[in-house]
């Protein structure tokens, strides 16, 4: 069945940093991919999207691209801050289906 | 805005009880909503997908008669967990999408349940 892989698990960085999470998905057809940031015990959080006619987009410090022909997209975080720390999850959708398949996560910490 | 409350946000229920969840979609209509179920550490687990006015979608071993799911109005779905056991105790999720742009979803706080 479809999946999304997403690496790392946990990634640590200092205050200031760059930090990169790393996903790819199985399904072709996926042609959304939104990623999400969740604190604990509160509700994912829609951060940034990109659609399959697009390579790359920036939204401030985030900017997610995307490599179709790789089946492969990465969220990158610049200047990161404390508040940066949480959950991060990937995803994939084919919107023709709009069932969504999620990445295992990615916990970020930001290091004061 | 796009705006999903859930009640309750926590429960705690004897085994062999049931209880309702209910996901409410507060200043948009959605056509679809999602059910998610998420243990402590891990990803979001699809349960079901709900359309208004017709029966819920269930992914592959999630028991439908177990998690009852009804999506009654543009603006409602519960999840009823019948007969609850210890094993059901879990964060439950739910997600809305705006008819027509079914694609970005916007997730409810949650909704922690212990089953004693």
């Known amino acids: 069945g479809e999946n999304v892989e997403q690496h790392p698990s946990t990634l640590s960085v200092q205050e200031g940093d760059s930090a990169v999470i790393k996903c790819t998905y199985s399904?072709?057809?996926?042609?959304?991919f939104p990623w999400y940031k969740q604190e604990l015990g509160k509700r994912p959080q829609l951060i940034i999207d990109?659609?399959?006619?697009?390579g790359e987009k920036k939204d401030q410090r985030i900017a997610v691209t995307l490599n179709k022909t790789a089946k492969h997209f990465s969220l990158h975080i610049t200047e990161t801050q404390p508040e940066d720390s949480a959950v991060y999850f990937c995803a994939a959708l084919n919107t023709g289906g709009f069932k969504t398949i999620f990445g295992a996560g990615t916990r970020l910490f930001v290091k004061a | 805005g796009a705006v999903v409350s859930q009640h309750p946000s926590w429960v705690i229920c004897k085994s062999g009880t049931s209880v309702k969840i209910e996901c409410r979609s507060l200043d948009f209509q959605a056509t679809t909503m999602f059910w998610y179920r998420q243990f402590p550490k891990q990803s979001l687990m699809l349960m079901a997908t709900s359309n208004e006015g017709s029966k819920a979608t269930y992914e592959q071993g999630v028991e439908k008669d177990k998690f009852l799911i009804n999506h009654a109005s543009l603006t409602l779905s519960t999840l009823t967990v019948t007969s609850a056991h210890p094993e059901d105790s879990s964060f439950y999720i739910c997600?809305?999408?705006?008819?027509?742009?079914?694609?970005?979803?916007?997730f409810g706080p949650g909704t922690r349940l212990t089953v004693t």
């Open positions: 990109i659609r399959s006619n697009v």
């Open positions: 997600s809305a999408s705006k008819t027509g742009k079914e694609d970005e979803q916007y």
């Open positions: 399904d072709s057809a996926s042609n959304y």
